[in-house]
């Protein structure tokens, strides 16, 4: 069974950092792409970054660009999000995704909130 | 970079059939796979439909998915609605630059 477990995530003061990760089982994870999507209490989903199966390509959406950065351990089975000078729009629910070989998202983790609060 | 548009809303009656639109506000909807996905409250979202109208298993065929030239356009078609259906439903693309665009997505009422 394909399992994304996020963890990592809690109440950070603006302008700080965290790192959150998603570990990968139940797959061959090195040979997915991942995606990292968030979402907004009561708002849509945001894409913010894609990472290819052995991260030679990463793209993330403008608005996290040069603030976030994606990374994977193919070693580890783990995904991570690394994010910087954060502020209190960042907050939201953070979801790892598997990427099908057909390109859409075939599995979501459960998420993990980031709260950006003073 | 484009959007695409969703209703913020729709309802229907069990039993009923109903459509969720999707517009892209530049470029050919055709140009780039749709994708529609599901979310239950208090879940995270599943695929209904991928490549504009294919079903992952297990989804059932009341679930279909097409896309329109004209209108610039996708939409995902529900039909027997059960109560189960209500959820949020979102489209997504991707642009020229393999990033993803979501649509603000529509609330499901089944009433």
């Known amino acids: 069974e394909v399992q994304l477990v996020e963890s990592g995530g809690g109440l950070v003061k603006p302008g700080g950092s965290l790192r959150v990760s998603c570990a990968a089982s139940g797959f061959t994870f090195r040979n997915y792409r991942m995606n990292w999507v968030r979402q907004a209490t009561g708002k849509g989903l945001e894409w913010l970054s894609t990472i290819s199966s052995d991260s030679t390509y990463i793209y993330y959406a403008d608005s996290v660009k040069g603030q976030f950065t994606i990374s994977r351990d193919n070693a580890k089975n783990s995904l991570y999000l690394q994010m910087n000078s954060l502020r209190a729009e960042d907050t939201a629910v953070y979801y790892c995704?598997?990427?099908?070989?057909?390109?859409?998202?075939?599995?979501w983790g459960q998420g993990t909130l980031v709260t950006i609060s003073s | 970079n484009f959007m695409l548009t969703q209703p913020h809303s729709v309802s229907e009656s069990p039993g009923k059939t109903i459509t969720i639109s999707c517009t892209r506000s530049s470029g050919s909807i055709a140009s780039n796979y749709v994708q529609w996905y599901q979310q239950r409250p208090g879940s995270s979202p599943t695929t209904v439909i991928y490549k504009d109208n294919q079903r992952p298993s297990g989804v059932p065929d009341r679930f279909s998915g097409s896309i329109d030239s004209s209108s610039n356009s996708a939409s995902l078609t529900i039909s027997g609605l059960k109560t189960e259906d209500e959820a949020d439903y979102y489209c997504q693309s991707y642009d020229t630059s393999n990033r993803w665009v979501f649509g603000g997505g529509t609330k499901l009422t089944v009433l």
């Open positions: 995704a598997r990427v099908s070989p057909d390109g859409y998202i075939d599995s």
